[in-house]
Nanobody
């Protein structure tokens, strides 16, 4: 699985941005796609993901502000970010994962290149 991310940039607080991630390769094996982020001095954290059944999951910190969607025709996932805050500043990484074992739920993660999102206050 290969992931190509796009979007990001610099925006003022309260503004909006959209991130996109296109998957290629063995995409039929993907269980879910989404976005993680890593802020300065912080660990990487899940922002949002959407399963192959189109069930979304969001971090509490972005609920109501971010929307994740998928375009199956283009094998692409979009993350629309509204009401951005300075604490949203981070490098955002596209992620896809496959489930290797339903018994153990072990997974293999694939990562796209990071894209910087900077929110100025």
């Amino acid at each position: 699985v290969q992931l190509q991310a796009s979007g990001g940039g610099l925006v003022q607080a309260g503004g909006s941005l959209r991130l996109s991630c296109a998957a290629s390769g063995t995409i039929d094996s993907i269980n879910a796609m989404g976005w993680y982020r890593q802020g300065p001095g912080k660990e990487r954290e899940l922002v949002a993901e959407v399963s192959s059944y189109s069930v979304p999951k969001y971090a509490d910190s972005v609920k109501g502000r971010f929307t994740i969607s998928r375009d199956d025709d283009k094998n692409t996932v979009h993350l629309q970010m509204y009401s951005l805050k300075s604490e949203d500043t981070a490098v955002y990484y596209c992620n896809a994962h496959t489930i290797e074992s339903l018994l153990t739920m072990s997974r293999v993660d694939y990562w796209g290149q990071g894209t910087q999102v900077t929110v100025s206050s």
